[in-house]
């Protein structure tokens, strides 16, 4: 049995990625007009967040910037099959992906998820999602920014991360975490591109503890699946 298949878990996901379009489409189609390719869009987000990364993830506020349905269901897969006990998230916006996740851990009789935003509202409407989803209880929403929300103590060994916020954190987000992680521990890379801060050298270079690939079925996007080895 899958809880993504139908049930609270299904319909509150359905109005939320119909949500998602209609508050996103606008965005979409202006960053699509203004940049001509991935690694230029890539060049701006970098300089955008060196320049001033809680400001321009405040002028994203109001907008979901989710994962999609497809990949929803390939983190809720990467959660079952690491038999996922405790999950970090980078980066919740309106809990979309944390919902696939904590369904995933319900499915196997509960657990922990953490996620983090540095936006409260963003937070605040993330948490009534997953209630929605009556998955409350199973996760908790650090509100700020993650290089201190994730500082304080995770509670025991970490079986999956989602790296899904600012694009120049995550080799810092991830090595914050490191400690935490369980050998065979799942990284999602979400957008994790070589242009950003150093992360994807890092976790395709052997010597560093991890096994690393782009995910084939989404590479446009940068996604990237790691796998702890130490
Ligand atoms: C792409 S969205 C996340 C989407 C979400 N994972 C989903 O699929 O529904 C990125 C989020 O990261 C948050 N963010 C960016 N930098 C952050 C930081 N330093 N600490 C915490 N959150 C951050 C932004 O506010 C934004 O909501």
């Known amino acids: 049995m899958d809880s993504l298949s139908s049930g609270p878990v299904a319909e509150v996901l359905r109005r939320l990625h119909q949500e998602a379009e209609a508050a996103d489409a606008a965005l979409m189609q202006s960053l699509a007009s203004e940049t001509s390719s991935v690694e230029q869009a890539m060049r701006q987000v ?4 060196a320049k001033d990364l809680t400001g321009l993830y405040h002028g994203y506020a109001d907008n979901f910037l989710s994962v999609s349905p497809t990949f929803g269901r390939f983190l809720y897969m990467c959660a079952r099959s690491c038999k996922a006990r405790r999950i970090v998230e980078f980066g919740s ?4 992906s944390a919902i ?6 319900r499915d196997m009789g509960g657990g922990r998820l953490i996620g983090t935003d540095l936006e409260p509202s963003k937070a ?6 997953v209630t929605a989803a009556g998955l409350g209880d199973l996760v908790e929403f650090r509100v700020g920014d993650a290089r201190q929300t994730l ?6 060994d970490v079986d999956m991360v989602m790296l899904d916020g600012a694009f120049t954190l995550y080799l810092p987000i991830l090595k914050l975490l490191e400690p935490y992680l369980k050998p065979g521990a799942i990284i999602i890379g979400e957008n994790a591109f070589a242009q950003a801060g150093g992360y994807i050298q890092y976790v395709r270079d052997y010597q560093n503890g ?5 995910l084939s079925f989404d590479p446009e996007r940068g996604n990237e699946l790691t796998v702890r080895t130490k």
Not at 93 to 96: D, E, L, R, V
Not at 100 to 105: F, P, Q, T, V
Not at 151 to 156: L, Y
């Open 46 to 49: 970098v300089e955008a967040e």
């Open 93 to 96: 916006s309106m809990g979309i």
């Open 124 to 129: 605040e409407r993330a948490r009534a999602n």
């Open 210 to 214: 991890y096994l690393s690939l782009p």
């Open 100 to 105: 696939y996740m904590a369904a995933a851990l």
């Open 151 to 156: 500082q304080s103590d995770m509670g025991g």
